[in-house]
């Protein structure tokens, strides 16, 4: 009976081990995204980001811009959904202000948010040359605006 409980605890103890281990390596894929886009060519995107994250009913931004476009979209908390389109005309006209040599784009649509997420990543990889993204940049512009 002392072996099976041993065991038990052993086992327990592995386990407990093993979920904390994995809580660790998923922190360190989901980087902060203050740090994201860091490439001097996309400074305008990551100022942008900043700029959003200091707003207290915004819990994401994801940026990307072209050379005279920027793309953000914006998740908010569930319960903020019902101000939604007045919070986002008020963000869209404060970032126009704030970068006015740059065609503006935000988006708080889900599927826009995935997509520019995927971006995001790939541009933070290296993996996307300027003329793909310009590319991707207009075919998620033109998706957003289909869904509107």
């Known amino acids: 009976m002392g072996i099976k409980r041993i065991t038990l605890f ?8 093993g979920c904390h281990h994995n809580n660790e390596s998923s922190h360190s894929e989901n980087p902060n995204i203050k740090h994201l886009s860091t490439n001097s060519y996309h400074e305008t995107a990551t100022q942008a980001k900043e700029l959003l994250m200091e707003k207290e009913d915004i819990k994401a931004v994801h940026a990307v811009n072209t050379d005279d476009t920027l793309l953000i979209t914006i998740e908010v908390p569930h319960h903020e959904r019902f101000s939604l ?22 988006s708080t ?10 971006l995001e990543e790939k541009m933070t990889n290296q993996t996307i040359s300027e003329e793909e993204l310009k590319k991707k940049v207009e075919e998620i512009i033109h998706l957003s605006k289909e869904q509107t």
């Open 85 to 106: 389109e007045d919070k986002r005309k008020a963000y869209q006209k404060e970032i126009e202000q704030t970068f006015p040599n740059f065609t503006i784009e935000l």
């Open 10 to 17: 052993l086992s327990f103890i592995i386990f407990l081990v």
């Open 109 to 118: 649509d889900k599927k826009i948010i995935l997509e520019t997420t995927k």
